[in-house]
């Protein structure tokens, strides 16, 4: 168990809906980051928040955001969803000089 | 740009044997982290090793090493005595400097048989 928190396991929703990824992170860690996992296009960074504050975008679309919250969990929002946004999201969370990041069991999102 | 590159799509051992998966790593930084993953089938992403670019000494997580070779860029993940349960996905994967986002490889298939 990597101590990082993922919901839920699996959301299956339909084009043109919104969905909230939620995640939270190991105890004392500051750093939150959201990747997607795809077929075609692997692992990708999306985006960053460090103690609340957005750190750094990746390829995150317009349609999606992300916040974190006082109490360091994090939410990912991805809004008029497309087909192509079926993937597997991972919310990660480091400390520490080296960053390791440590995964959640993601979540695995259906959009049919 | 920072790079990863796992030119082995899948390998194939036998238990109890040694296997080396590959990885080569391109930066002009010259602070960086490397580190390696597991993905089981499941699809969880598991934490592996870690190797920093000043580190003289490979990296070693019980039956894993990591063979870093600066000069060459190449940060090699070898186990030991494989198992049935090392059946699974590889990721080498780099932060180019402290406290920011991954970027994978696109990953090895590793089958182990008995």
């Known amino acids: 168990d990597s101590g990082v928190t993922q919901t839920p396991k699996h959301l299956i929703t339909a084009t043109g809906q919104r969905v909230t990824l939620r995640c939270s992170p190991r105890?004392?860690?500051?750093?939150v980051y959201w990747y997607q996992q795809s077929l075609d296009q692997g692992l990708q960074f999306l985006i960053q928040y460090y103690n609340g504050e957005e750190r750094a975008k990746g390829n995150i679309l317009e349609r999606f955001s992300a916040q974190q919250f006082p109490d360091l969990h994090s939410e990912l929002n991805l809004s008029s969803l497309e087909l192509g946004d079926s993937a597997l999201y991972f919310c990660?969370?480091?400390?520490?000089?080296?960053?390791?990041?440590?995964f959640g069991a993601g979540t695995r999102l259906s959009v049919l | 740009a920072q790079k990863i590159t796992q030119t082995q799509p899948g390998m194939f051992v036998q238990e109890k044997e040694a296997v080396t998966l590959d990885c080569t790593y391109d930066?002009?930084?010259?602070?960086?982290?490397l580190f390696w993953y597991k993905q089981p089938s499941s699809g969880e992403m598991i934490f592996l090793i870690y190797?920093?670019?000043?580190?003289?000494q490979n990296a070693t997580e019980g039956r894993y090493s990591l063979n870093f070779q600066k000069a060459r860029k190449s940060a090699n993940l070898v186990i030991s005595a494989s198992q049935l349960g090392d059946s699974a996905m590889y990721f080498c994967a780099m932060t180019p400097q402290a406290g920011t986002a991954l970027i994978f490889g696109k990953g090895t298939t590793l089958s182990v048989s008995s």
């Open positions: 990660a969370s480091s400390v520490g000089r080296e960053n390791i990041q440590y």
């Open positions: 190797q920093g670019s000043y580190d003289e």
């Open positions: 930066t002009s930084d010259q602070s960086y982290g």
């Open positions: 105890s004392g860690d500051l750093s």
